[in-house]
């Protein structure tokens, strides 16, 4: 028969080690898409005190924000981490020789923490967190529960953990784990001076928009095609420019959405609306330099600007720009202000010019094009030159 092994147990000192562990939990619907789940659990290793957490990934700002948190709950910091060879931890081991990811050991070299990983295929060497933690939260937390999304789980867990978990006799010790823990006195943690959430940096597209977490979320319109800075937990998503604050969304789980301000929207078509304003008087200004003159005039006289632009280019298209030149002449001759005279005065030169709709090009940039139009005097002029020259 096969031989059983022997191990020694081995009971840590209070405050000295804590154990943890990821587990995978299935998924959670958001709409029509599915989202992963993994349990975060770390047990202090005296006490049994359990602290878990439930995310939608694995990756590393989570994984330190996990043990932020997880310090935060425990207030305070063990002097060693003991877990099995995480991928977010342990880059490569051969052997006992044993290469930890450098983020994760600066983050424990400013706590005074040492990491610690499990031999291969050795559960039994951080039993606690393996029967204490996972296992124990998939069999007695996890079944027959329904969930909304992240934050309803976490809810019910934080719930269970202190009404149920850490206040039940623990079968080892042979206590309530939270009666144990009010024994033990944990190492300070600054836990303020930390910023625990997950960061991108990532560039703002066209639309006005960054693509984060595989949902589209809106900024304001000046910070197009720059580099801004995205900060997100489980409940708002937070977007930078150097240090002042873009946008504040609620985060989205569901899979490409687009999270909108609506007050961004308003002010992108403002500023629309106040370009397009600006590339008619640049049309009408490029007329004829007498146009600057009149545009003057009307600011004077407190007359919108805008409304009579938009009209006297229309009249452009009907009478040609010298005659519509001539006649903003003769109306500030005669003191006659505003469009309205303008047109009147067209009116009794002569009838207007035959009218074409523009030409609308695919291109939409080339709609917005200003040509200014030919003076033919110029064209007199240079025939009357060059006959002059060949005489």
């Known amino acids: 028969s096969k031989k059983e092994k022997a191990y020694i147990r081995y009971e ?206 809106g900024v304001p319109y000046g910070v197009v095609g720059k580099e801004v800075t995205v900060k997100a937990d489980n409940q708002e998503v937070i977007i930078y420019y150097k240090t002042q604050v873009l946008a504040r969304h609620e985060r989205c789980w569901e899979k490409h959405k687009g999270i909108d301000n609506p007050n961004h929207i308003k002010d992108l078509l403002k500023n629309k609306t106040r370009a397009f304003a600006s590339k008619q008087q640049e049309y009408f200004l490029c007329l004829d330099p007498f146009a600057q003159e009149y545009l003057d005039a009307l600011n004077n006289a407190n007359l919108p600007v805008k409304k009579n632009i938009q009209h006297l280019l229309k009249l452009k298209d009907e009478y040609g720009a010298h005659a519509l030149i001539f006649a903003c002449k003769a109306a500030i001759k005669h003191n006659a202000l505003g469009a309205d005279y303008v047109e009147n005065i067209l009116l009794q030169q002569r009838a207007p010019a035959a009218t074409y709709l523009p030409v609308v090009m695919k291109q939409e940039e080339y709609n917005s094009l200003i040509i200014t139009e030919a003076d033919l005097a110029f064209y007199d002029n240079l025939i009357f030159t060059n006959n002059k020259e060949e005489k």
């Open 12 to 217: 840590s000192a209070p405050a000295e080690q804590c154990q943890i562990d990821w587990g995978y939990f299935g998924t959670l619907k958001y709409g029509q898409y599915h989202r992963k789940v993994w349990c975060f659990a770390m047990i202090e290793s005296y006490s049994r005190m359990l602290y878990l957490e439930f995310t939608h990934s694995c990756k590393m700002d989570l994984f330190i924000g996990c043990h932020i948190r997880a310090f935060n709950f425990f207030e305070g910091t063990p002097k060693e981490i003991l877990h099995d060879n995480l991928k977010t931890a342990v880059i490569e081991r051969d052997g006992r020789l044993v290469r930890f990811n450098e983020r994760y050991l600066d983050f424990l070299r400013a706590h005074h923490i040492v990491p610690n990983a499990c031999n291969p295929y050795q559960p039994q060497e951080k039993g606690k967190i393996e029967k204490g933690g996972i296992h124990y939260i998939r069999n007695n937390f996890w079944p027959l529960r329904e969930f909304k999304d992240i934050n309803d789980l976490n809810e019910q867990a934080s719930k269970w953990r202190d009404e149920i978990a850490n206040v039940r006799i623990q079968q080892t010790i042979q206590d309530k784990p939270v009666n144990r823990y009010q024994q033990i006195r944990m190492r300070p943690f600054l836990k303020d001076c930390i910023d625990h959430r997950e960061t991108k940096f990532k560039k703002v597209y066209r639309d006005c928009r960054i693509w984060f977490d595989c949902n589209y979320y």
